[in-house]
């Protein structure tokens, strides 16, 4: 699946760059917004693949029958799961039913071979409404890595120059509507 990221060609339209100077600049720049929206957000944007080591205390009051992978959505189709018990064993996925919200519920009884390594496909690419969030999320990263570049002092709200030097300091580094925009594409764990 190719990346749903800004590019940084696009982040150089928008900052009205027309030079290869800041090229490695504006790389970082939209690498570390990545990041940060990504942990804002609390997945990766475009899906990979990651293994969970879910052991029987992590069940967090589920029933013995659901096991809770702390990742979603989940691809259940595509690339479905992958189950090892504590043995390495692989659990036949024809025992359990994957739910896109991170669930692995048991078709017959329950875990009970803890702990479970399972490896899932997950992130926000796969939520069934990502290609009408994706316009909102893109700007917010691109709006993110040129606040950064705009304002090269750490933590800066406003710089003014002319005669006298003034910076002001805001609390977070992240413009309102970035974050308004990457809170409201929050995973919320289970």
């Known amino acids: 699946m190719p990346s749903t990221t800004p590019t940084v060609a696009e982040l150089k ?30 997945s990766p944007i475009d899906a990979r693949v990651q ?35 504590a043995q390495g064993a692989t659990v036949p996925a024809s025992s359990y039913r994957a739910d896109p919200d991170g669930l692995l519920i048991a078709l017959a009884g329950w875990w009970d071979r803890w702990p479970y390594n399972v490896t899932v496909s997950w992130g926000l690419s796969l939520r069934p409404d990502y290609a009408s969030v994706q316009p909102d999320l893109a700007q917010a990263i691109v709006d993110l890595a040129a606040s950064w570049y705009e304002q090269r002092n750490a933590g800066a709200s406003s710089e003014t120059a002319g005669g006298g030097v003034r910076a002001d300091y805001a609390k977070d580094a992240v413009p309102p509507r970035v974050l308004e925009v990457l809170v409201g594409l929050r995973r919320v764990p289970a």
Do not use: M, N, W
């Not at 009205?16 to 720049?29: I, P």
């Open 13 to 42: 339209l928008y900052v009205r760059s027309q030079t290869t100077v800041d090229d490695a600049l504006l790389t970082g720049l939209l690498a570390r917004a990545v990041g940060r929206a990504e942990r804002i957000i609390g």
């Open 51 to 85: 293994g969970f080591l879910i052991s029987g205390s992590d069940r967090c009051g589920s029933p013995r029958h659901i096991i809770k992978v702390p990742a979603s959505p989940i691809d259940v189709t595509t690339v479905p799961p992958v189950v090892l018990d």
